[in-house]
């Protein structure tokens, strides 16, 4: 079922929620208040009071929210109840870093599966997935319907790959490339970008100087 | 010399233009066009030439920019000439992982210590850095001065790295960490939230269904 498009910035916060609730979960908690929720997603009480009421009859205020029932709205919103399975593209350092840090703790999300065009990489295991080769891309994205792809090319294959997975059906992709990448109207591209915030981080440190 | 402070979004931009004009000067190019950047950046040609307006006497239109000069230009507004040192909090997967891929083609940012509790993580090396215990971090930032520290510990013990870190003097910290952290007034704390995009791109895609 298709959902409603709900804005960016919400669906950060919900993400917030969900990975808190999961923590309460798995610590036994039935119940939270949205102080709870403010205090451990860093978020002001009201604006998790309005989101709540927002999305759903998710409890009274005062009793608090049943954890089981609140996680199971919020990923019904996210659409995170059966996350999709990530897979890498670029078995070089940041790619074999990411597998090797996991997904734990982000709600089901796991790497399906890891991709490179060196011979020399291909058939290697990296936290127990093999790195398989760029042509197997297709049986693969076929076999598990839709995926995210993360992108850990050098610089300067970014577009090649992107275009590659797109051709594919892929409509998801987060790149930890450093450079611009275009891709068609549907498909969403998403960046993360270390050396951005580090600017971002020694400009501040510069301006209090 | 304490510099201006610049908005977010056009730090985000100047950190960009840095990045392609690196390139450009190891390729041995003396001249770009803001056509030249903008493609390169994935910023509109308007907005290239709007920022270069604001920020200086970078060249003239039609004739392009001096590669060197704009460059020295930019890094002389994000104060990232002489970038600060980068120390690492966690030398788990993560931790690990960052200083494996390294910081290469960031602009002349480098790792210069990463920090453990673990006596049995201690003492050893990656991508040739010692992993120290953290009982030495006053040292280090003594040493140093200004340095960015980079979060990678594990859920639940973030609190108590950054207020070790503030206590030592640390203003800038990026956390990988999957939590929200309490600084006080006058440090910059950033996130890295790797699910959070992945429950973005979750939901772009249940939309698209």
Redesign the interface.
Known sequence: ??????S?KT??R???Y??CLR?ARADGIPIVTSKHLSE????SSAAVRKDLAVFGEFGKQGSGYGVSDLLENIEG????CK??P?IVIGAG??G???L????D???G?SYSAIFDSDPKIIGKTIAGVTVQPIAELREVIGAYG?V?AILAVS?GSGQNAVDNLVNMGC????SFT?????VPE?V?L?Y?E????????????????
Chains 1, 2 share one sequence.
């Open positions: 079922m298709p959902g409603k498009k709900v960016e669906i950060r919900l993400s917030h969900a990975r923590i451990r997603c860093g978020i919103i996210l659409g995170t996350p999709p990530v350092n940041i074999s870093a990411l090797e840090s996991g997904l703790g982000t709600g999300y839709d995210i610089p409509i998801s992709i987060l450093l450079e611009p990448l275009n549907g969403v998403r993360i270390v050396s951005t915030e580090l600017d971002i981080l020694t400009h501040s440190m510069k301006c209090r100087e």
